[in-house]
């Protein structure tokens, strides 16, 4: 059995790595990928702790992370196309418009 | 008391005219508008009439309540009118007086562009005057006076577009505040000590306090405060500035609220609250000192005046003082009274001046007058008479209400009477010089230039021959109807029966029902003073013969013989420049330092401009954040759920 504290460290990894990759990277694909890959980091804890203490709260959540993601997915590489038809780019340095 | 359904009418009639014409005028044909003004409020003067014919001396008072208003504890105050013997000749002369100056000014004011706005202001007037004269309380009473006091800002300040009638419409508005502060805080004393401002309840608690020397402090300061509101009102000194200013409004304006109706509403009041003066003896004292020196000051100044309107607004002026020489003397049926007579004679004489200035183009400078008896015959008539009255020559109105008026002030002490005999001859020698320089003589003015398209009257007449003309008959009638009143209307006091018809009003005042069977030596006591008083109104007259008729020329070398005095009389004895530098420009002048440069700039608006500078700067600095950069963006996410969540760890928050 491994223990709770690997899974957690490793969850904790992942979303710190989201997070940089968010941060760093210019492309919107990567940056669109980090998020996945903050919120598979949070999901990875989620079931971590459903297994440690029995319950089914946390995977129940998990599916709905997912579902939530898979919207997001769709709705968010629609974004990008439209982004990209317009600015025939992907950097996003040089999408700002949305400032004063 | 006796309910009367009907007395909450008559004040409402002329509201109603006045919304009809204030709201739908601007498009009515003038036809419509002049009917809808004159039906209202002659319908108020036959419901006037209506009730006056069923009620006599020994009525019951009438009473109604509208509604309830104000209910506090075991404070209370309704909307309700009250009709006695007092309120009822008000009522009578208010709505009569009224109604023939509405007829009039549709002669008057039928050019004007602000037709429909003058007549609706009219309506809106005798709306709250009749408020004013019908309330059963204080607080009712107060609605009218503010009421009446707004209509006449409204009315002088009619051309709006001049700049002297403004200032004197505001004039007028500031100094009538002046006398309100004071009714209030007699308002506030009276509900602190009687718990009422009903006029029944109020008397009842000022009767029952339980010795003549009971409650004296009180009463007089309420007293007092009363004559405060009362002088503003009735233009007495110290507050009789407005009056003379007020003459920029338009003449009928004139005759009917400044000189009829509203500034009699102070005589009105002051006799209304008899039962409080009749035991503050020292606020009596003080209104009889008032009057009489009023009567005497604004007498003097109408002597010098050549503005037709100026010499009738010192002359109301002065009459007021006779009527609140009256009432301080305790003989308030005597300044009701007078009160009435120089409803008629006043109205008219204004009128008459009206149809004067009418006639010669809008001009008002007596020196540019003269000869106008020949253009103008009915109102050289109609003006005759109303200066015979005033005058006090028998047998018309003025001669009976002064005459009462004198023979009760010499009762009360001969200063009084000499004082208002003098005024009496000063009376008569300003007015005939009125007369003589308006009608004597020959025609002194230019070519009348036609400033009113006349043809727009339709009384047909072809003018623009550049002479003075006669009026139209919708002005001279009034003229003439006021004119019989002005001579009959002196005999409703004579053998006392105006003050046995008010005595159920007055009877804890005075007594003045002895008269009627006074001893011979009384007797003739009064008839040698009715004769003197009689002599120096011909004397008056004589004298105006003399200097403006037979010898037109003296009247300058007089004036040049005396020198300062006469500059002095001729500017109303630089009245306004001392209350300018007394208390108009230390106003002004701290307004502008203090409140305006000190706390309005200083302080409000600092306030104001440094916190919008201060948010402006804080956002300027802020705004930097907000780069549109999404990777700043997300690291400003991050560092907050950074923050939270150290700040979390740190306090051990679960």
């Keep these: ?100 | 008391m006796t309910p009367n359904p009907y007395l909450w009418v008559i004040p409402i009639l002329p509201l109603a005219g006045a919304a009809i014409n204030g709201f739908f005028g601007r498009r009515s044909s003038k036809k419509a508008i002049s009917t809808v003004a004159l039906v209202f409020c002659g319908a108020a003067f036959a419901m006037a009439l209506f009730l006056a014919a069923s009620f006599s001396s020994a009525s019951a008072p009438y009473y109604f309540d509208l509604a309830h208003w104000i209910r506090s504890g075991n404070f209370q105050v309704d909307f309700s009118f009250y009709l006695d013997q007092l309120s009822l000749v008000m009522l009578l002369v208010v709505t009569g007086v009224g109604f023939l100056i509405h007829i009039y000014s549709v002669g008057y004011m039928w050019d004007d562009d602000g037709y429909y706005r003058f007549m609706s202001y009219l309506n809106l007037f005798m709306f709250f005057m009749l408020t004013l004269v019908l309330a059963k309380n204080y607080l009712v009473m107060f609605i009218g006076w503010e009421g009446v006091g707004l209509a006449s800002y409204l009315l002088i300040g009619f051309w709006f577009t001049k700049d002297s009638a403004a200032a004197a419409g505001k004039k007028a508005f500031i100094v009538n505040r002046i006398g309100d502060f004071g009714f209030l805080i007699a308002l506030f004393l009276m509900i602190k000590h009687f718990g009422s401002l009903d006029f029944t309840h109020v008397f009842a608690g000022v009767r029952s306090l339980p010795t003549e020397r009971a409650g004296a402090g009180l009463l007089t300061a309420i007293g007092l405060l009363l004559m405060v509101g009362a002088a503003g009102k009735s233009a007495q000194i110290p507050l009789y500035v407005w009056l003379p200013d007020a003459m920029e409004g338009p003449t009928p304006v004139s005759a009917l609220i400044h000189a009829a109706t509203m500034v009699t509403a102070g005589v009105y009041m002051v006799a209304r609250s008899s039962a409080i003066f009749d035991r503050a003896p020292m606020a009596m004292m003080v209104v009889a000192i008032i009057g009489t020196l009023t009567a005497l000051f604004a007498a003097t100044i109408g002597i010098a005046q050549t503005d037709i309107k100026k010499v009738l607004a010192y002359s109301t002026v002065s009459q007021l003082g006779y009527m609140f020489m009256a009432c301080g003397v305790g003989a308030f049926s005597a300044g009701i009274f007078h009160l009435m007579t120089h409803a008629f004679f006043k109205g008219l004489l204004f009128l008459a001046a009206g149809s004067v200035i009418h006639g010669v183009g809008g001009e008002q400078d007596m020196r540019r007058m003269g000869g106008l008896r020949v253009y103008m015959p009915w109102t050289f008539a109609t003006m005759g008479i109303a200066t015979l009255a005033i005058a006090g020559i028998p047998p018309l109105a003025g001669f009976w209400s002064k005459d009462e008026i004198l023979w009760q002030a010499y009762n009360a002490s001969w200063v009084y009477w000499l004082i208002g005999v003098i005024t009496g001859f000063i009376t008569s020698f300003y007015m005939f010089r009125l007369m003589y320089m308006t009608f004597g003589g020959e025609y002194r003015g230019a070519a009348v230039q036609e400033v009113h398209g006349h043809d727009a009257h339709g009384h047909g007449q072809a003018h623009g021959h550049g002479e003075p003309h006669e009026s139209p008959w919708v002005m001279l009638g009034p003229l003439v109807v006021l004119a019989l009143l002005s001579v009959v209307g002196g005999f409703v006091g004579y053998g006392n029966r105006f003050e046995h018809f008010l005595a159920p009003v007055f009877q804890q005042g005075v007594d003045v029902a002895g008269q009627g069977t006074s001893p011979e030596a009384v007797k003739s006591v009064e008839y040698l003073l009715m004769g003197i008083s009689v002599g120096v109104a011909g004397l008056g007259w004589f004298l105006a013969y003399l200097l403006y008729s037979r010898r037109p020329q003296l009247p300058a070398r007089i004036a040049a013989s005396l020198g300062g005095l006469y500059q002095a009389v001729a500017n109303k004895y630089y009245i306004d420049e001392l209350y300018a530098a007394l208390f108009v420009k230390p106003l002004i002048d701290g307004s502008t330092t203090i409140l305006w440069h000190g706390v309005d700039q200083g302080v409000i608006d600092a306030a104001v401009n440094g916190s919008a500078d201060a948010a402006r700067h804080i956002s300027d600095t802020a705004r930097h954040m907000q780069s549109g950069n999404l990777r700043s963006y997300a690291g400003w996410v991050a560092a907050g759920a950074a923050v939270v969540i150290t700040y979390m760890v740190w306090m051990g928050v679960r």
């Design chain 1, 1 to 100: 059995m491994v223990p709770l504290s690997y899974y957690l460290l490793l969850s904790g990894i992942l979303f710190v790595c989201g997070v940089l990759g968010f941060l760093i990277k210019r492309n919107i694909i990567t940056i669109f990928m980090s998020i996945e890959l903050m919120l598979n980091g949070v999901n990875l804890s989620f079931v971590a702790f459903a297994a440690h203490w029995h319950a089914l709260s946390g995977q129940v959540f998990v599916f709905f992370v997912m579902v939530v993601a898979a919207a997001e997915a769709a709705v968010g590489l629609a974004i990008i196309i439209a982004v990209y038809r317009t600015r025939e780019t992907l950097n996003v340095d040089q999408v700002n418009l949305l400032k004063l």
